[in-house]
């Protein structure tokens, strides 16, 4: 524990750094090479690439300082465009993440690390490692300051570490449970795999297991593969009905080379259920009103609709 918090306090000491004639720090680091403040201020603050030799040089000539602080080595300027409108509303989308942006608290490149990101939901819309925002947010509130976009300045609000914290649980979460969601069949919470759901029915759900078994066949359904994932047709094959290819045909195309006398298999393949798209399938699925139900209606004269009964 001792040992823990010396090395707190040192990663909480504040150091200088000069650039220019003379290469120092004021960490008083001894040896033939740079320490770790004075190489991380010119590769990832001034991004002058590692393998240059200005990283190492023990001084800098007056033209290879105006170099760096002109941006010689910066990206682009199309790649670090970075729009500052804000949003009238509440939430603001956020911006695509292209090549060569950087995490404004690390600066380790967004698009290669693989961290989870959040963004500015306030005003710009830039995008920052949530890990890192973390960091900066938990350090923000410890010193009574609001919690404020490293990019454009804007409050994130009081409940903005929460808010970080919840992004960061969720991206380790299973994407194929689905919490808070209850298998009308078999009761079973939550539903792993794919989600069945019921177009006619309010808020009734169902699991693979169930929806293959045939429980609540008598309406249609949508099914959806991850949580966040989009609804997708679900269609119960027909009982008696012939696969659209056999099963045999199936397992030779798998255990071999295709060739052009496959085309019609393949297509037969591509037109099954799940080529079908979601639009057609809702069409599928409305009710088509009978004769008496539109009579009625009709009867009605109060302009009611004869599939759902609203007006």
């Given at each position: 524990r001792a040992g823990t918090g010396a090395r707190r306090r040192r990663l909480d000491k504040k150091y200088k750094v000069q650039i220019g004639g003379v290469m120092g720090c004021t960490c008083k680091s001894r040896g033939p090479c740079p320490c770790v403040h004075l190489i991380f201020v010119l590769v990832k603050l001034l991004r002058v690439p590692a393998e240059n030799p200005l990283v190492w040089q023990a001084s800098l000539l007056?033209?290879?300082?105006?170099?760096?602080?002109?941006?010689?080595?910066?990206?682009?300027?199309?790649?670090?465009?970075?729009?500052?409108?804000?949003?009238?509303?509440?939430?603001?989308?956020?911006?695509?993440?292209?090549?060569?942006?950087?995490?404004?608290?690390?600066?380790?490149?967004?698009?290669?690390?693989?961290?989870?990101?959040?963004?500015?939901?306030?005003?710009?819309?830039?995008?920052?490692?949530?890990?890192?925002?973390?960091?900066w947010a938990e350090h923000k509130q410890s010193v009574g300051d609001k919690v404020t976009c490293p990019f454009c300045r804007e409050d994130w609000g009081p409940l903005a570490v929460e808010a970080i914290k919840k992004e960061i649980r969720q991206s380790r979460r299973d994407p194929h449970v689905h919490s808070g969601v209850q298998c009308a069949g078999c009761r079973g919470s939550p539903v792993t795999g794919e989600r069945y759901r019921c177009l006619f029915c309010a808020d009734l759900d169902m699991c693979g297991g169930c929806f293959g078994r045939g429980v609540h066949a008598h309406h249609p359904f949508v099914r959806r593969e991850t949580f966040d994932g989009p609804w997708l047709p679900a269609d119960r094959p027909r009982p008696g009905a012939p696969p659209a290819v056999p099963d045999t045909v199936l397992l030779e195309l798998q255990n071999r080379e295709l060739t052009t006398d496959d085309y019609e298999a393949l297509l037969r393949l591509d037109q099954g259920p799940a080529g079908t798209p979601l639009h057609e399938h809702l069409v599928a699925c409305l009710r088509v009103p009978n004769a008496s139900e539109i009579a009625q209606s009709c009867a009605r004269g109060d302009g009611a609709c004869g599939l759902c009964g609203g007006g």
């Open positions: 007056d033209s290879e300082v105006d170099q760096i602080l002109r941006g010689r080595f910066q990206p682009a300027p199309e790649k670090r465009k970075r729009a500052a409108a804000a949003g009238e509303g509440s939430h603001v989308e956020q911006k695509e993440v292209e090549e060569g942006d950087v995490c404004a608290i690390c600066q380790e490149d967004m698009k290669e690390s693989g961290e989870v990101l959040t963004w500015c939901r306030q005003s710009c819309g830039n995008s920052v490692h949530a890990k890192c925002m973390k960091v």
